[in-house]
Each structure stands twice: as structure tokens, then as C-alpha cells.
């Protein structure tokens, strides 16, 4: 067994298990290359994973110990540094070698910046992208870069993939104007509800690729990430809406990206550690 581009980090606290017989594995991408605001993100996978030890392994809620769930982690991908696409392709062969050795395996990606996403939905080819973000990234191209993190979003519509964005308050005219041409249906923050949210994705078709651009939370929550928006949703809203999607569709794949910062025990890391404690629990119910 052969596992591209990647080394090994901080793991979570519990007892992991091995690739091949895991039914959920972690890849970090601490890509930090076309960050334009806040930097950081690069330290994402280590924060987030150092977060983890702050959590019970017990999730209340559905009366499941993560220590008796089969989690694998492979570590971090070894990006190339300042180039996004090089590390993409990086992060696109490793999830392909991850579904070699097991297929039944859902991957998690800790990221790291959001143009990172595009690697696991390349590789995993699902029929629908169901993202939460402050952000539309519907750009084509961002400071001359077609692959900078305001332009995911775009890239993956541009792979026939039905793209459904939650949680947004930031973008500009052209990019409303393209998720009109392209079809893509995007839910404002102030308009936010778990009803609008249920209208949008129950008709998507399936597999569903899942991910949560870190800032659609509010602010306060998660100070740190590169591009920081006030008026946020709530995590339990955010929650609740994975929930009936976890339980409604068949969900292949999801991440957690554009946590950032400087300090073990960040605010920003220990929202999404519990987000991804949440997310595994679901998905093992």
C-alpha cells in the first residue's frame, strides 16, 4: 500500500484504525496559498485535529462513542507550496488511492483554504455539491488566478455537478449573475432556515459531496479564518440541516476548510472539531 503525498501528524485521541478497514478517513490539506486576507489556513488540519482533545468521544446526541467508530488518518497532504492546482492534483491522486484501498470509506478533508474542496469532489465525482459558506466563490478567476479560493464554487459547477450554497452574504453582481446562468440556487444568511434548506436539497440528485466553508458560521464563533463575514448562521442550525441531509441522501464525502490561526485551543478550531465529531456521529447512526 502506497499512500500519495502525505505525512504523518497530531491524530485524534481515540484509537485509530487502518485504511482498509476504516469507514471514515481523515486527509489534512494545510494549504495556505491564495489566502487574501487572513492568513493561516495552512495550520488548519493540526488545529482543528488538537481541538479534538477538548471533545468527548460520546456524542449525547446519538448515543454513539466515536472510540468504537473505525476512523483512519493518513495525515497531511505535503502541498506544493504557493500553487494551488500542483497541490490539487495532489490531494485528487491520494483521495483516488484512498477509494482503491477501500471503496466503502467516506473521506473527510481538514483544510486548509476552500480552493482545497475541489480535489475531493474531482476524485469522488459526486452528482450534487452542498456547501455552507459566507462566500458565493463563483468567480472565475481572483487576483489572475482561476484557482484561488474565491473560485471554487465556480470550478466545481464547471464539472456538471449541481452546486446548492447555504449560509451566504458576500459576492459580487457577476457572480449572482453567473449562479443564475448556471443554475446553481444559494440561500442568504438573513433568509437561513432549516424549511428553505430542505426545499433547495430535496430534489438534488445523488451522491452528495458535503462542505463547510468555516466562516458561515457567525463570527464570533470563528474569529479565525482568511476571510471572515459578520452575520453568520448558528452551528445548530448548521447541524440540524446536516442532520436531514445525512439522513434524506447518500452523502460520499465531506470537509471542513478555511480554519485558520496561530494558537492551539483557537475558538475557530474547537467549532470545527465539534462540527466534525458531529458529522462522523451522524454518518455512523
Known sequence: MELLYTYETLKL???????????????????????????????????????????????????????????????????????????????????????????????????????????????LKPKSYVVFDAHLDLRESYEDNPWNHACVARRISELRVKVAEFGIRSGTKEEVEYAKKAGITWVHAREYTLEKFIEVVKDLPEPVYVSVDIDVFDLSMVPSTGTPEAGGLRFWEVVEALEWLVKNKEVIGFDIMEVAGMELGDITALTAAKLLFYMIGMLSK
Open 13 to 123: 485521541e481515540f484509537p485509530m484504525s487502518n485504511i482498509e478497514e476504516a469507514n471514515f478517513v481523515i486527509l489534512g490539506i494545510p494549504f495556505d496559498g491564495t489566502t487574501s486576507y487572513k492568513p493561516g489556513t495552512r495550520f488548519g488540519p493540526t488545529l482543528i485535529r488538537q481541538a479534538t482533545l477538548n471533545l468527548e468521544s460520546y456524542i449525547l446526541d446519538y448515543d454513539i462513542d466515536l472510540t468504537e467508530v473505525k476512523i483512519a488518518d493518513v495525515g497531511d497532504l505535503a502541498i506544493v507550496a504557493g500553487n494551488p492546482l500542483e497541490t490539487i492534483k495532489r490531494g485528487i491522486e491520494t483521495i483516488e488511492e484512498i477509494k482503491k484501498i477501500n471503496p466503502k470509506a467516506v473521506p473527510i478533508v481538514l483544510g486548509g483554504e476552500h480552493s482545497m474542496t475541489f480535489a475531493p469532489v474531482k476524485a
